[in-house]
Each structure stands twice: as C-alpha cells, then as structure tokens.
Nanobody, 122 residues
Framework: QVQLVESGGGLVRPGESLRLSCATS???????MGWYRQVPGKARERVSC????????YSVDSVKNRFFISRDIAKGTLYLQMNDLKPEDTAVYHC????????????????WGQGTQVTVSS
C-alpha cells in the first residue's frame, strides 16, 4: 500500500525558510520522486524532482536556486528545503512518486498524500 505523508508546512514571512518532509512507503525506490504544489482554482504545478537511481534533480525556473530537493533512501523520506520564500509560493505542497524526473516533465504515478499548506505572507 502506497503511503505518502507530507509535513513541515506553515505560515512564514517573505524571505524566510521552511523544510518540507515526505514520509514514503509501499512503492519501489527505483521511481523518481517529485514535489508539486497547487493553489485553489489552478492546476497542480511541478516544483522539483529527483531521480532515485542517480540523485539527479530538476527544479522549475520560479524556484531554482531557492528550493532544494533531497532524499534519505534509508529512511524513505523526501525533503524540500525552501529558502527566500515569496508570497507566490503559497500553495498546498504534495510529494508523489513519478515515472521519471527530467527537464521535460515529471509524470506522477497517481498516488498523492494529503499535502501540507505553505503560506507566505507579511
């Protein structure tokens, strides 16, 4: 059974940092992992991803050099370090296993956790 439990969200001011965690279980570690975010009324957006086989990562331009994805395979945990947060980063953040992680896309397998809310406001 696939389980994804996100945590670490909260309310922060612009310029501050947060570290999201995602506890995972129930699927092969060969799959890539991604962080996605969604704002009510808008489509879910890919944020960052990581290929578990070689550790290669990709982040979309809007978060590049501010957000950093990593994982602890032994713990089955995915992380997203978010620095210099901006109001436009406000969203519900989800982690999900994906078929691959590349510049062209990170197609999710279709399993989702409940997400964690990140709100950036002064």
């Amino acid at each position: 059974q696939v389980q994804l439990v996100e945590s670490g969200g909260g309310l922060v001011r612009p310029g501050e940092s947060l570290r999201l965690s995602c506890a995972t279980s129930g699927f092969s570690l060969d799959y890539a992992m991604g962080w996605y975010r969604q704002v009510p009324g808008k489509a879910r957006e890919r944020v960052s991803c990581i290929n578990n086989r070689d550790g290669s990562t990709y982040s979309v331009d809007s978060v590049k050099n501010r957000f950093f994805i990593s994982r602890d395979i032994a713990k089955g945990t995915l992380y997203l370090q978010m620095n210099d947060l901006k109001p436009e980063d406000t969203a519900v953040y989800h982690c999900a296993p994906a078929y691959y992680c590349s510049e062209t896309g990170t197609p999710p397998l279709g399993y989702w956790g409940q997400g964690t809310q990140v709100t950036v406001s002064s």
